[in-house]
């Protein structure tokens, strides 16, 4: 059972997209903006910024009941007066600290002392400054010791590229500002650092590490840091010619050995190469320089191994199997540095072992012992982009990647926060599920915890054309989705029966179900905002706030 009700809100401070930002990352940064902002700190609170540029609060009073909406603050700058202005946005940095962009280009940090009690409750600017071109603000957090305060915020803009003739002439700019003051000192907050990312995608998840130590970023093209006082434009030359360097050795295998071909320098004599053979280890040095050195992927027989230096110049490697016809996928584990070459007769042997999977004919014979895939059966919720998404882990003293993800067709869907002390988790498809995924930058080996499954809600999700926002509550207990204008759509954790339910088929009973719930929405004005707790939605269209309880009793 649902309960809904809905009440007259002053009216939100929705910007519409001009006429000249129109790519599809334009549209997904700014056009598919959540006006609606959760307080993860008291979770019963949700504020949006009406067209005076006041930041309005709504708090629920009793179990289905909002309070009036109570502004809380207000933005010292007229919002219509700046014709490129942005959405003014919020982020929740901590329990008794908030930072805000009012869509012009200025960045605010205010202290708010303790935002669930009433009589310590005091928002205060304690920095502001024009930060240039207007900006969203996608995530925050607060660093606190012995001898300073900071606060990390992670910015978003879509800057104009003159140089780029063949893309959209837009990037993706992500700065990570930091704010700082001294506890002993009395003076005020100041920016102690700022550095600058660079893609050509608005990411789908971007976080600061709570401990400032990184930065994870979700997104269907890469970015990389840019150095102050360099373009975009000699970043991304330079990136280019670190992809394109040549390998430092090529490799080929057979079912019996492996061949390893290293490029000497001039002048190098057979007194230079020291080669060391193990049953799982090989050493390569060169001049009194390690070469290569690792673990190799599988054991081989180091009595009957040996190297030669040819005529071309070059250093010939022969590694002798100890597992006859394993296919190694890498000659040192872990290693990038080379280049695997495979043959025109393996390449012959690999495409008649997948002959069966292919056909010029749709189908042919689909009783036959090995049929091919029936792309009939392929339903388009089923098809993903060519290009897959990744993850991406970056250092935040050296500015460097330092683990990277690729996410293939595990399509990403939402974040939510569950714990506000932790990073924000982030939900991908697995098949047709949907997996919810915890970061934790302390555990090096184990980065990314698996947390939570929604059953089949992968495969149900995609049939949603018009899906606008997406959420879960914290806790898991279910998964909501809105469109663009009414319906919201509620997919419930699986959870027993009360009566008794067989299936048909198998003839078994049937001990738990999912089950899925609609609510429409009784307006004709587009959602701006969509937020879940563990109890409760809300939904904000341009003029009210709806309040759906959801009730988790069968």
């Given at each position: 059972?649902?309960?809904?009700?809905?009440?007259?809100?002053p009216?939100?401070?929705?910007?519409?997209?001009?006429?000249?930002?129109?790519?599809?990352?334009?549209?997904?940064?700014?056009?598919?903006?959540?006006y609606?902002?959760?307080?993860?700190?008291?979770q019963?609170?949700?504020y949006?910024?009406?067209?005076?540029?006041?930041?309005?609060?709504?708090?629920?009073?009793?179990?289905?009941?909002?309070?009036?909406?109570?502004?809380?603050?207000?933005?010292?700058?007229?919002?219509?007066?700046?014709?490129?202005?942005?959405?003014?946005?919020?982020?929740?940095?901590?329990?008794?600290?908030?930072?805000?962009?009012?869509?012009?280009?200025?960045?605010?940090?205010?202290?708010?002392?303790?935002?669930?009690?009433s009589?310590?409750?005091?928002?205060?600017?304690?920095?502001?400054?024009?930060?240039?071109?207007?900006?969203?603000?996608?995530?925050?957090i607060?660093?606190?010791?012995?001898?300073?305060?900071?606060?990390?915020?992670?910015l978003?803009?879509?800057?104009k590229?003159?140089?780029?003739?063949?893309?959209?002439?837009?990037?993706?700019?992500?700065e990570?500002?930091?704010?700082?003051?001294k506890?002993?000192?009395?003076?005020k907050?100041?920016?102690?650092?700022?550095d600058?990312?660079?893609?050509?995608?608005?990411p789908?998840?971007?976080?600061?590490?709570?401990?400032?130590n990184?930065?994870?970023?979700?997104?269907?093209?890469?970015?990389?840091?840019?150095?102050?006082?360099?373009?975009?434009?000699e970043?991304?030359?330079?990136d280019m010619?670190?992809?394109?360097k040549?390998?430092?050795?090529?490799?080929?295998?057979?079912?019996?050995?492996?061949?390893?071909t290293?490029?000497?320098?001039e002048?190098?004599?057979?007194?230079d190469?020291?080669?060391?053979f193990?049953?799982?280890?090989?050493n390569?040095?060169?001049?009194d320089h390690?070469?290569?050195?690792?673990k190799?992927?599988?054991?081989?027989d180091h009595?009957?191994?040996?190297?030669?230096?040819?005529?071309?110049?070059?250093?010939?490697?022969?590694?002798?199997?100890?597992?006859?016809g394993?296919?190694?996928?890498?000659?040192v584990?872990?290693?990038k540095?080379?280049?695997?070459?495979?043959?025109?007769?393996?390449?012959?042997?690999?495409?008649?072992?997948?002959?069966?999977?292919?056909?010029?004919?749709?189908?042919?014979n689909?009783?036959?012992?090995?049929?091919?895939?029936?792309?009939?059966?392929?339903?388009?919720?089923?098809?993903?982009?060519?290009?897959?998404?990744?993850?991406?882990?970056?250092?935040?003293?050296?500015?460097?990647?330092?683990?990277?993800?690729?996410l293939?067709?595990?399509?990403?869907l939402?974040?939510?926060?569950?714990?506000?002390?932790?990073?924000?988790?982030?939900?991908?498809r697995?098949?047709?599920?949907?997996?919810l995924?915890?970061?934790?930058?302390?555990?090096?080996?184990?980065?990314?915890?698996?947390?939570?499954?929604?059953?089949?809600?992968?495969?149900?999700?995609?049939?949603?054309?018009?899906?606008?926002?997406?959420?879960?509550?914290?806790?898991?207990?279910?998964?909501?989705?809105c469109?663009?204008?009414?319906?919201?759509?509620?997919?419930?954790?699986?959870?027993?029966?009360?009566?008794v339910?067989?299936n048909?088929k198998?003839?078994?009973?049937?001990?738990?179900?999912?089950?899925?719930?609609?609510?429409?929405?009784?307006?004709?004005?587009?959602?701006?905002?969509?937020q879940?707790?563990?109890?409760?939605?809300?939904?904000?269209?341009?003029?009210?706030?709806?309040?759906i309880?959801v009730?988790?009793?069968?």
């Amino acid at each position: 059972m649902l309960y809904l009700q809905g009440w007259s809100i002053p009216a939100v401070a929705e910007v519409k997209l001009r006429d000249d930002q129109y790519t599809l990352e334009h549209m997904h940064a700014f056009g598919m903006y959540n006006y609606l902002h959760c307080d993860s700190w008291y979770q019963d609170s949700v504020y949006y910024i009406d067209t005076l540029g006041r930041i309005m609060n709504l708090t629920v009073m009793l179990d289905t009941a909002l309070g009036k909406p109570r502004e809380v603050f207000r933005l010292p700058t007229d919002l219509t007066a700046c014709d490129n202005r942005l959405c003014a946005s919020i982020h929740f940095t901590s329990s008794t600290w908030v930072t805000l962009s009012d869509g012009t280009g200025r960045l605010y940090v205010i202290g708010t002392g303790e935002r669930g009690n009433s009589a310590s409750e005091k928002w205060e600017i304690m920095f502001n400054e024009e930060l240039g071109d207007p900006f969203i603000i996608i995530h925050s957090i607060s660093l606190l010791n012995a001898e300073e305060h900071s606060i990390a915020t992670l910015l978003l803009r879509i800057e104009k590229e003159e140089l780029d003739m063949k893309g959209s002439g837009f990037y993706v700019s992500l700065e990570w500002v930091t704010i700082s003051k001294k506890n002993k000192d009395k003076k005020k907050y100041e920016i102690i650092k700022r550095d600058i990312l660079c893609g050509k995608s608005v990411p789908h998840y971007a976080a600061i590490e709570p401990d400032g130590n990184g930065l994870m970023i979700v997104s269907y093209k890469s970015f990389t840091f840019v150095q102050a006082g360099q373009d975009l434009e000699e970043n991304m030359d330079e990136d280019m010619s670190e992809k394109i360097k040549e390998p430092l050795y090529y490799w080929q295998q057979t079912e019996d050995d492996l061949t390893v071909t290293i490029r000497l320098p001039e002048d190098s004599t057979k007194e230079d190469i020291q080669v060391q053979f193990l049953p799982d280890h090989i050493n390569i040095v060169l001049k009194d320089h390690q070469f290569l050195e690792g673990k190799l992927y599988s054991s081989i027989d180091h009595e009957s191994s040996t190297w030669i230096i040819k005529e071309s110049n070059s250093l010939e490697i022969s590694l002798i199997k100890k597992n006859e016809g394993l296919t190694w996928p890498e000659l040192v584990v872990g290693d990038k540095q080379g280049e695997f070459i495979r043959d025109s007769a393996q390449c012959a042997a690999i495409a008649e072992r997948l002959m069966h999977l292919t056909s010029e004919e749709l189908n042919p014979n689909p009783d036959k012992e090995k049929p091919p895939c029936n792309a009939q059966e392929l339903e388009e919720c089923d098809i993903f982009f060519e290009e897959s998404s990744s993850l991406c882990r970056f250092d935040g003293s050296t500015l460097k990647t330092t683990h990277v993800v690729n996410l293939g067709s595990n399509q990403y869907l939402f974040s939510v926060i569950v714990d506000p002390k932790e990073m924000p988790c982030f939900c991908l498809r697995h098949d047709v599920d949907a997996l919810l995924w915890q970061p934790h930058s302390s555990k090096q080996d184990d980065m990314w915890e698996h947390i939570a499954t929604f059953n089949a809600l992968g495969y149900v999700q995609a049939s949603k054309r018009d899906k606008k926002f997406f959420a879960c509550a914290p806790n898991y207990s279910y998964a909501a989705l809105c469109e663009c204008l009414r319906r919201v759509f509620i997919y419930r954790q699986p959870a027993p029966m009360s009566t008794v339910l067989y299936n048909r088929k198998e003839g078994r009973q049937v001990g738990q179900v999912a089950k899925q719930q609609v609510a429409s929405l009784e307006t004709n004005d587009p959602i701006l905002g969509f937020q879940a707790t563990n109890e409760r939605l809300f939904v904000l269209t341009t003029r009210n706030l709806f309040l759906i309880k959801v009730n988790t009793e069968n």
